[in-house]
């Protein structure tokens, strides 16, 4: 790949772009646009923005992905996690439905798109590996009670406020009185209908004879048919006269060029929820992607997906919209009818296009409780609350984190879960290596293999201590390794030699290195030979560097039997 290439991934796919790839693109972008327009109508409306806000931020940031973008089948847009992010930050400074309110929603798209694309330009992509997929589960499954909480307003018709669930519930139950029968009867039968449509409409087309292809689009397509059921009932019978909100006229045109607020005053106050947004959106999209390419055998190259993710943002800050990223559902949806590459997405955009230019008219009379149950059974689907359960049975240190991220984000908001889930998976991290795996080890009888003297039955030697440390050495654990090397000194008189068998050490920081020297010099005070065995080659290599090993009361051995053959006969 050329450097240019490297950055420009269109140049990559595109020259060798065939006949065959483009009937698959096309066909997987006329699916995946007819699920994109109500899907995105909907995501405007939960961040708090005019419907056709959604249309606009779906299609010059997927054109721009395109482009910029490594994976092949990733579709970029409004999501529901982001949309709701969208609506707290903007919240916070402006009121909603003012052009404030609008202009403060481009420069979170636009800091957004500025953060993404310098973390990977600095290739930093490997900042996703800092939120454990524990305390993200938590997160998203606290996110989907949110969202769907959220919509509960336009389902009853009521004008409840909240950013927790606690606001929420507490404002639908002061409005409760105030609820619209009909609204209700139009939301619920739709959300009825959805998960209908989810579970059980494919199995009686498929007993009607219909081909599994057409039924698979049928499924897809449900969205659609209760968005022209609703709107044809509200338009034939006057609905929207009698109590029921409707989306109202939606302006016919392209995304119009849009600028910016550059006031240094809101930026700083937009800075923070842009970088949890910036996250949440990259780890959200590198995980779809990653996982729909590892089915194809193909890779993304998570520094350059920062890249196309960050030049996205940048075209929905200057289009009319607000903040993207790969969105799950739509990216399987685009995975599963065949799309080959990116440029499927680039003939999403455009079926988008005509959509805008041509069909809005049509959505005049389309209820917003439809539009919410659209939001909530998208968002149901990511709640998972085993999640729970299971880490529970596993790690009691992970399921405290996915508790905690969980618990926050309800109680406090999503801005102080995402904080809460940032914060404990560096806490766990360090939690888990603060305490690392050390096993005192034996041979194997007959070979020359090592392994735990409490979990086999070995070979041990009498004034001779082999110590396996099953992690890397650095500041949080070094003050431990010193504290268990001498409280073992303390229980065993007759030691005379201790081996330190570093075969799954990857890295000894300074901090460690004066741990080191600091037992290397206990031993020595005392008579004790301090050895070290199967040191990898980096570290060895900075360790040349030092006075350690001129100084070390021992050897380094090449291999663990190697210091027991010579140790043991000492």
Same mark, same amino acid.
């Given at each position: 790949m050329t450097p240019l290439a490297r950055y420009l991934p269109i140049l990559d796919w595109g020259r060798s772009y065939t006949g065959a790839q483009m009937s698959s693109d096309l066909i997987a972008a006329v699916i995946v646009t007819i699920m994109?327009?109500?899907?995105?109508?909907?995501?405007?409306?939960?961040?708090?923005?005019?419907?056709?806000?959604?249309?606009?931020?779906?299609?010059v940031p997927i054109l721009l992905y395109a482009v910029?973008?490594?994976?092949?089948?990733?579709?970029?847009?409004?999501?529901?996690?982001? /949309?709701?992010?969208?609506?707290?930050?903007?919240?916070?400074?402006? &009121?909603?439905?003012?052009?404030?309110?609008?202009?403060?929603?481009? /420069?979170?798209?636009?800091?957004?798109?500025?953060?993404?694309?310098?973390m990977g330009l600095l290739r930093l992509g490997f900042l996703a590996n800092f939120l454990s997929h524990p305390v993200i589960a938590g997160f998203i499954t606290a996110s989907g009670v949110?969202?769907?909480?959220?919509?509960?307003?336009?389902?009853?018709?009521?004008?409840? =406020? *909240?950013?927790?669930?606690? &606001?929420?519930?507490?404002?639908?139950?002061?409005?409760?009185? &105030?609820? /619209?029968?009909?609204?209700?009867?139009?939301?619920?039968?739709?959300?009825?209908?959805?998960?209908?449509?989810?579970?059980?409409?494919k199995p009686l087309l498929l007993r009607l004879g219909l081909p599994p292809g057409l039924a698979d689009f049928a499924v897809k397509a449900g969205p659609v048919g209760a968005v022209v059921a609703t709107t044809v009932l509200v338009q034939a019978y006057g609905l929207h006269t009698q109590g029921v909100a409707i989306v109202g006229a939606v302006p =016919? /045109?392209?995304?119009?060029? @849009?600028?910016?607020?550059?006031?240094?005053?809101?930026?700083?106050?937009?800075?923070?929820?842009?970088?949890?947004?910036?996250?949440?959106g990259f780890v959200e999209s590198v995980s779809v992607a990653q996982t729909l390419a590892a089915r194809k055998r193909q890779r993304i190259d998570p520094d350059q997906e920062l890249i196309g993710l960050g030049a996205a943002n940048l075209g929905a800050a200057f289009t009319g919209g607000f903040p993207v990223t790969g969105g799950f559902a739509r990216s399987v949806v685009n995975y599963d009818a065949g799309a080959e590459t990116p440029a499927a997405g680039a003939f999403t955009a455009a079926g988008l296009a005509i959509a805008a230019l041509f069909l809005t008219p049509l959505v005049y009379f389309l209820p917003?409780?439809?539009?919410?149950?659209?939001?909530?059974?998208?968002?149901?689907?990511?709640?998972d609350f085993s999640i729970l359960k299971r880490t529970w049975v596993y790690s009691k240190a992970d399921f405290l984190a996915v508790a905690a991220t969980l618990l926050m984000t309800? *109680?406090?908001?999503? &801005?102080?879960?995402?904080?809460?889930?940032?914060?404990?998976?560096?806490?766990?991290?360090?939690?888990?290596?603060?305490?690392?795996?050390?096993?005192?080890?034996?041979?194997?009888?007959g070979t020359e293999h090592f392994r735990n003297i409490r979990r086999h039955k070995v070979e041990t030697s009498p004034g001779l201590l082999s110590l396996r440390i099953d992690e890397s050495l650095y500041f949080v654990n070094a003050r431990f390794l010193e504290n268990l090397v001498l409280d073992r000194l303390a229980r065993d008189k007759d030691l005379r030699n201790v081996v330190l068998m570093c075969s799954a050490v990857n890295e000894i920081d300074y901090s460690a290195l004066e741990n080191l020297e600091a037992i290397n010099q206990r031993l020595k005070e005392q008579g004790i030979g301090l050895h070290l065995s199967e040191v990898k080659g980096p570290v060895m290599?900075?360790?040349?560097? @030092?006075?350690?090993?001129?100084?070390?009361?021992?050897r380094v051995y090449l291999s663990q039997f190697h210091a027991w053959q010579e140790l043991s006969a000492a």
């Open positions: 994109l327009i109500p899907q995105s109508l909907a995501y405007a409306l939960l961040a708090g923005l005019p419907p056709e806000a959604g249309i606009y931020a779906s299609i910029f973008g490594t994976s092949r089948v990733l579709a970029v847009g409004p999501v529901a996690v982001v /949309s709701l992010m969208t609506a707290v930050a903007v919240g916070q400074v402006a &009121e909603q439905g003012t052009i404030g309110y609008a202009l403060a929603a481009l /420069s979170l798209a636009l800091l957004s798109g500025v953060m993404l694309l310098a949110l969202i769907a909480a959220s919509q509960l307003k336009h389902i009853l018709g009521v004008p409840a =406020q *909240g950013h927790t669930l606690l &606001e929420m519930a507490a404002s639908l139950a002061a409005h409760g009185a &105030e609820t /619209s029968l009909l609204t209700l009867a139009i939301g619920a039968g739709a959300v009825a209908f959805l998960f209908w449509v989810r579970k059980g409409l =016919q /045109s392209l995304p119009p060029l @849009t600028l910016p607020s550059f006031s240094l005053e809101l930026l700083n106050t937009l800075l923070v929820p842009a970088l949890l947004i910036s996250v949440i917003k409780a439809t539009l919410a149950a659209t939001i909530i059974v998208a968002v149901l689907s990511l709640v309800l *109680g406090l908001g999503v &801005e102080a879960g995402v904080s809460a889930g940032v914060i404990m998976s560096l806490l766990l991290h360090l939690y888990k290596t603060s305490r690392p795996h050390v096993a005192e080890v034996g041979r194997v009888p290599d900075r360790l040349q560097k @030092t006075h350690f090993l001129e100084e070390l009361n021992g």
